[in-house]
């Protein structure tokens, strides 16, 4: 079956410090693979998506690259900020026809930021 | 506009009780989700609707949970003599059309059994 595996955190960081948060996946075939946030008190929150291989998604700063070759979609900011403290989920969606695109999540990685 | 609520935000119950949990997709969205976050855990998927009907409940751990969607909007999650292992957050996601991969989340109703 499919899985996500991330980095376990927390992950704790200075302002301005750059960040990877590692993600690999298993699936069959080609899926889609997205990166969500869940800020203190608030809903998941789509933050970048890629469709196909070497496809980067970005947004708010953040960036992960679909490397097939390695099945891999790292997380990657080049300067954090204290606001992006939350926890972060890598996850998947089988694309293959009748899977109805529900999403396989990584166990999360929370990062705090400090000043 | 509004994005998906769900309904009551906590609940507290009795080991053995009956609980629904309720969620209004966005307006227009035909595709409905039910996730279930453990504590420190991702969510899992339970159940997927296109429209009125069940079109994957291949998540759904066992036959104490049921969830409907009547009229292709509305959906409620129904579990029946909850055990302290039901104890989780359980989300709701909902995309505009069947196949359409962006789900948009809920805040989600968090679910104490006692």
């Known amino acids: 079956g499919n899985s996500v595996t991330q980095m376990e955190g927390p992950v704790t960081l200075s302002e301005e410090a750059f960040l990877t948060i590692n993600c690999t996946y298993t699936?069959?075939?080609?899926?889609?693979l997205f990166w969500y946030v869940q800020y203190p008190g608030e809903g998941l929150q789509l933050l970048l998506k890629a469709t196909k291989a070497d496809d980067k998604g970005s947004n708010k700063g953040f960036e992960a690259t679909y490397r097939k070759e390695t099945t891999s979609f790292h997380l990657e900011k080049g300067s954090v900020q204290v606001s992006d403290s939350a926890v972060y989920f890598c996850a998947l969606s089988d694309r293959r026809p009748g899977t109805a695109s529900k999403l396989t999540f990584g166990t999360g990685t929370r990062l705090q930021v400090t000043l | 506009g509004a994005g998906v609520s769900q309904t009551p935000s906590n609940k507290v119950t009795e080991k053995g009780k009956y609980v629904e949990l309720r969620c209004d997709p966005i307006?227009?969205?035909?595709?409905l989700y039910w996730y279930r976050q453990s504590l420190g855990q991702g969510p899992e998927f339970l159940i997927y609707?296109?429209?009125?009907?069940?079109?994957?409940d291949s998540g759904l751990p066992n036959d104490r949970f049921f969830a409907v969607r009547p009229e292709g909007s509305v959906s409620t999650l129904k579990i029946q003599r909850t055990e302290r292992g039901d104890s989780a957050v359980y989300l709701c996601?909902?995309?505009?059309?069947?196949?359409?991969?962006?789900?948009?989340f809920g805040p989600g109703t968090r679910l104490l059994v006692l």
């Open positions: 996601a909902s995309s505009l059309l069947w196949g359409v991969e962006t789900q948009y």
């Open positions: 307006s227009g969205h035909t595709a």
């Open positions: 609707f296109q429209g009125t009907g069940a079109a994957d």
């Open positions: 699936a069959t075939g080609y899926p889609s």
